[in-house]
């Protein structure tokens, strides 16, 4: 077993800049529907929400490009934690990596929006 970890950090103005710059089209491009209804346009959730993304992607070592942003979710349970659900070429990814289980944490303050991504490989992993 091996253990994988994506870390990234946000400005807060980076998304309220890229949301007046470019409106829906960025919004749509980014964020699941689902993750749209969750934030309601707060630009600090939405920053940590991107933060993860891009963790993620530094966790599962995907490089640049191939993984649409959208492949990779952030949900809230109904107890408030939030999880990672991957999809696409997201899950491809993770699956062709051994990826048994991702974690993430996300945290938001002062005009910052960090996120932490964990990634669990199974013994089949070419590369840890």
């Known amino acids: 077993m091996g253990v994988r970890v994506g870390i990234d950090t ?4 980076s998304v ?4 007046a710059a470019h409106g829906d089209r960025y919004l749509q491009r980014v964020y699941t529907a689902r993750e749209l209804a969750d934030c ?9 929400r991107f933060a993860a993304k891009e963790a993620t992607l530094k966790a599962l070592r995907a ?10 979710e952030v949900r ?3 107890t408030g934690f939030v999880e990672l659900e991957l999809t696409g070429e997201a899950a ?7 990826v048994l289980e991702t974690a993430v ?8 929006a ?15």
């Open 10 to 13: 946000v400005a807060t103005v």
């Open 16 to 19: 309220s800049d890229a949301v």
């Open 105 to 112: 944490s996300l945290t938001h303050e002062s005009g910052a």
């Open 63 to 72: 490089g640049a490009g191939g993984i649409p942003w959208t492949a990779i």
């Open 40 to 48: 309601g346009g707060d630009p600090e959730r939405l920053a940590a």
């Open 76 to 78: 809230r349970d109904p």
């Open 92 to 98: 491809r990814l993770a699956a062709d990596q051994d």
């Open 114 to 128: 960090s996120a932490v991504v964990v990634a669990i490989l199974g013994t089949g992993v070419k590369g840890q």
